[in-house]
């Protein structure tokens, strides 16, 4: 069983940065897609940014919500099982829990993601 830790939330003013970290254990990593979605109050869950799983080349493919493209930044790591997000230039809007998922597809709906950690909230000041 795949388990997921998030873990950087906090408060921060408009402008300000963050970087997002979620721990995996009990899979093998560098096999899943990863993404992060957020879940803001009144509103529903929301892709944020995927990465695929790491070919044979070292290489892995990213996607952005056009809403955080150009802002955030994902990338993972796969010799300790970690994905990051770097958030940078937080806008008030951007408030919400936000949800590292591992799954089979980098896909943005949450139904391509088949394991999820528990959320952590990050709130900008205005």
């Known amino acids: 069983q795949v388990q997921l830790v998030e873990s950087g939330g906090g408060l921060v003013q408009a402008g300000g940065s963050l970087r997002l970290s979620c721990a995996a254990s009990g899979g093998t990593f560098r096999n899943y897609a990863m993404g992060w979605f957020r879940h803001a109050p009144g509103k529903e869950r929301e892709f944020v940014s995927a990465i695929s799983w790491t070919s044979s080349g070292q290489y892995s493919r990213t996607y952005y919500a056009d809403s955080v493209k150009s802002r955030l930044t994902i990338s993972r790591d796969n010799g300790i099982n970690t994905v990051y997000l770097q958030m940078n230039s937080l806008k008030p809007d951007d408030t919400a829990v936000y949800y590292c998922?591992?799954?089979?597809?980098?896909?943005?709906?949450?139904?391509?993601?088949?394991?999820w950690g528990q959320g952590t909230q990050v709130t900008v000041s205005s």
């Open positions: 998922a591992g799954g089979g597809g980098s896909g943005t709906n949450t139904k391509d993601y088949d394991y």
